[in-house]
């Protein structure tokens, strides 16, 4: 008997049963798929969708902390910090020193950085636009709802 004969196989109907039901590699390809559109539609830019939403979250009256930025965006600290460089260099993004407590680190879109996050801004929304599209009628906000449920747990 040789390896193959001696290992124990998974069932073809095993195989069609995980790639028609399994959630997480329906997710997967969905967020591929909807990666690529977003890089094609941001190209123009210079910037992912990964980049894109990034600078979104930076978009608010407060500079966020590098900790409550990877919360919200469900990366780990370090990823988020390799991210992080290339806008850092672009001079997109700028990290200072928190005033209160100096260990940490505060996140903020530099005047460029506000200046191009306006003009991609309208480009995403035509491009999600044309996403909700593909989706049946009422279908998109139920999806992002169920996605949350998903991810909040």
């Known amino acids: ?17 995980v790639r ?20 094609a539609a941001l190209r123009p830019f210079d910037l992912t969708n990964g980049q894109f ?7 608010r009256p407060d500079p ?26 672009r001079g997109l993004v700028e990290i200072k020193p928190d005033p209160d407590d100096r260990r940490n680190r505060r996140l903020s879109l530099t005047a ?8 991609a801004v309208p480009v995403w929304q035509e491009t999600h636009d044309e996403v909700d599209r593909l989706l049946p009628e009422g279908s998109p906000g139920r999806l992002r709802s169920d996605l949350e449920a998903v991810s909040s747990t």
């Open 64 to 89: 966020p902390t590098i900790g409550a930025v990877a919360t919200f965006l469900a990366m780990d600290r370090t990823t988020l910090t390799a991210a992080l460089k290339p806008l850092e260099r």
């Open 53 to 59: 939403s990034l600078m979104m979250s930076l978009n």
């Open 1 to 17: 008997m040789n390896d193959m004969e001696q290992t124990q196989k998974v069932s073809r109907e095993t195989t069609l049963h």
């Open 112 to 119: 460029d950085g506000c200046k191009l996050l306006a003009r």
């Open 20 to 39: 028609d039901t399994c959630l997480c590699l329906h997710a997967q390809r969905a967020a591929r798929a909807l990666a690529r559109r977003f890089d």
